[in-house]
């Protein structure tokens, strides 16, 4: 653009925010026309629709912290309630539009932009380039002749993406109020809701390249927020509320409110039984020093994660003045030491940066003191980045070689601290499945100190809450056994977790991922799991894990147990099992059973008769093989196991199946007084009823359309009777000028 030439937005300046037309004077509006190469001009011709609005197909690419999510969302909604279609990564070549979201806190995420945008000119893509870099620095190298769209115009994204496709260049960077938060909204992830507090902060750190995009801290008005989070609880989907700012502490100071009545006020409105957890966003050490009581009474709240990110930077007081940090070490060990004694099971996170400019071997070795002192689970490092035009920029540096040993040293240093996983094991822990881990299987999901849990992907399992034994643990995460689904979205309460089918992942079965899994009903309607996984060797053998749909037995007896067949062990169901299918008859699961006083118990070596007999008789549904139910319950060994509950029923007790949410897979319990014969028989007599209803319905059927058939020919012999009268008084001709002759065909 030229030197006078101004943005857009920037006309309401004219004319007391009307911009009429004649009064400009010597100001000058301009939409340049982007520099396409020839590749691109003939992709567009190539596009029938590319006039139409709202047609195209739009990918985008978000780098950086939860509020650049959170902003990529809201740009993403509001296209797509517009008509445009949004495309996953993998299909990104297919888009007409290439929207980057970008980052400017480190240059590796500047760089990846730069990589980006190479990428999308050498395809021929449209280019629009949002967030933090443009807004930092509009006159960029690569941003040269590209629509930019600063971070409080993200309200105007539709706008700016339909210049953009019609070959324009269009700059929208100017500030003004902050952007509305009901705006349309699409999540990158359907169970995770980022709310933003504000946009900037208070500080002035020297190193700190985003304070010149996000400016000074505004804060939006709490009512605003209360409102979103309350949207966001009530929605069944939604697991994790993120609470996100620059600086957390600092919120409301702009406004004459503060964090403290902020979280005691979203903490009202979150679902009482705990589905939906609320997550706390970085602070910093100075704002939050004054409210440390209120926030360690949230954390402690069962509806909020006991975690909290509180960057320290460095060990060193005079490295954190060069910082311009505006606190000291003293003061951060002041937080830390506060809410750890105050919040049990608190995990704290940090940042380090190493290498800043003038840190000595002194500065370095009292950071590393602070973090083995504190031994923080989660410590971000990173080597210090010049960032253009930040003070620290002309700082003179530590040398390069010296800056990786350090960070090696600290990296080091964390990777040794395991305690806060290895605490967990052998303890009983609630989690919230919100995401698929890094390797593409396992599912993955949050404790209540937000320690990373891996679990096998059940159908379903994700957006769920469970309960997991925790049994095992690495240095950045853990896994167990699940033993109650506390809630599930797909039925808005408790369900039953089922045995994995051959039909549900026939390859991850094959790679002995099967288990089984044995269920019980507690009296407050969760789903005990007892959950075993059977590790399967061959693809046939894995086959043979299959859907069960048999009997369901609800008897009565004492406690619920669940025993291996290794000796005279048993399987009994509690006598409250009716009367909880009852309370959860909504759910996608029915038990049909008698008060009867008669035990639910019987060996498994009997069982397995029964199965043997199922199997000569033909029973429909697929059965596991005959070697299979002799296998022993082993916990402690991890050997293959195979558990199945065995059950004896008054003669009268019909049989009932556990379906989980999706219907895809179900859990059976084996009956054994009933004998597989009488089993059969009922179900013939249900299917014969069934047979004798869809007859009797087809016969009335054709009765009504035989008579709808007799009534409409009757009807059209009329019309046709009716037509030849009328055609008999009109054309019929007199008789020796007598009147005209009578039609034989008259209408009585």
Known sequence: ????????????????????????????????????????????????????????????????????????????GQLQAYGYKLLPDAERNSAHLW??????????????????????????????????????????????????????????????????????????????????????????????????????????????????????????????IVSRVAAAAADPLVREIWLSSEDTGAYGRDIGTNIAELLQRCVAVLPAGGRTMLRLGMTNPPFILEHLDAVARALCHPCVFCT?????????????????????????????DTLLAAVPGLELATDIIAGFPGETESDWAG?????????????????????????????????????????????????????????????????????????????TGHTK?????????????????????????????????????LFSPAVGGPTALSSLCSGHSEASIADGAAGLFETTLSHNSSIAVEAVNQATTTSSSSKDCQQHSSDSCCGSGSSSSCCGSGSNSS?????????????????????????????????????????????????????????????????SSGAPVQVTAHCTQAPDRHSAQLLSSSGATSISTKDSSNSPRSSNSSSSLNSKHRQWLELLAILLLLLVMGGASVVGVWTLVLRVAQLLTSLCDVVLPATNGGPAGECPLKWS
């Open 367 to 443: 950071t590393m003191e602070l973090v083995a002192h504190y031994k923080f689970s989660h410590c971000h490092i990173s080597q210090f980045y010049p960032r253009p035009g930040t003070p620290a920029a002309r700082m003179k540096r530590v040398p390069t070689d010296i800056v990786k040993e350090r960070t090696r040293q600290v990296t080091k240093l964390v990777d040794s601290f395991s305690g806060s996983c290895q605490s967990l094991v052998g303890t009983t822990q609630h989690v919230w499945v919100t995401d698929t881990a890094s390797d593409g299987y396992h599912l």
């Open 99 to 224: 929207l980057i979201n970008s980052c400017t806190v480190k240059s590796p995420s500047q760089s990846a932009l730069v990589s980006l945008i190479t990428s999308g000119k050498a395809a021929g893509k449209a280019l629009l380039v949002a967030g933090c870099v443009p807004q930092g620095d509009r006159k960029a190298a690569e941003l040269k002749g590209l629509s930019l769209l600063g971070i409080g115009q993200i309200d105007r994204v539709v706008e700016a993406v339909e210049s953009t496709l019609a070959g324009q260049q269009l700059v929208l960077l100017g500030r003004k109020r902050l952007p509305d938060l009901d705006l349309p909204k699409v999540r990158r992830n359907a169970h995770v809701e980022i709310v933003p507090l504000s946009t900037g902060c208070l500080g002035a750190c020297t190193y700190c390249k985003t304070k010149h995009a996000r400016g000074h801290l505004g804060s939006y008005r709490p009512e605003a």
């Open 308 to 336: 909290l990110h509180v960057p320290v930077q460095s060990g060193s007081d005079s490295v954190l003045t060069a910082m311009n940090r505006e606190y000291t070490v003293a003061e951060f060990k002041r937080v830390a």
């Open 1 to 76: 653009m030229t030197a006078d030439a101004l943005d857009i937005e920037d006309l309401t300046q004219q004319s007391g925010g009307i911009a009429a037309a004649g009064s400009l004077g010597n100001c000058r509006v301009t939409l340049q026309p982007a520099k396409r190469q020839k590749k691109q001009a003939d992709a567009w011709e190539l596009q029938p629709n590319s006039g139409v609005p709202g047609t195209h197909r739009i990918w985008v690419k978000t780098f950086g912290c939860a509020h650049n999510v959170s902003d990529g969302e809201y740009m993403m």
């Open 449 to 485: 100190n937000y320690t990373q849990v891996l679990l096998e992907p059940l159908p379903d399992l994700l957006g769920c809450v469970v309960q997991v034994e925790v049994t095992a643990a690495t240095r950045w995460s853990v896994t167990g056994k699940l033993t109650m689904v």
């Open 571 to 635: 399987c009994c169901q509690s006598a409250e099992l009716a009367q909880v299918h009852k309370a959860v008859a909504a759910g996608p699961f029915a038990c049909f059973g008698a008060d009867s006083g008669d035990q639910c118990c019987q060996q498994q070596q009997q069982g397995s008769v029964i199965k043997q007999q199922r199997h000569r008789q033909g029973d429909p549904h697929k059965q596991l093989q005959q070697g299979d139910a002799a296998a022993v319950h082993q916990h």
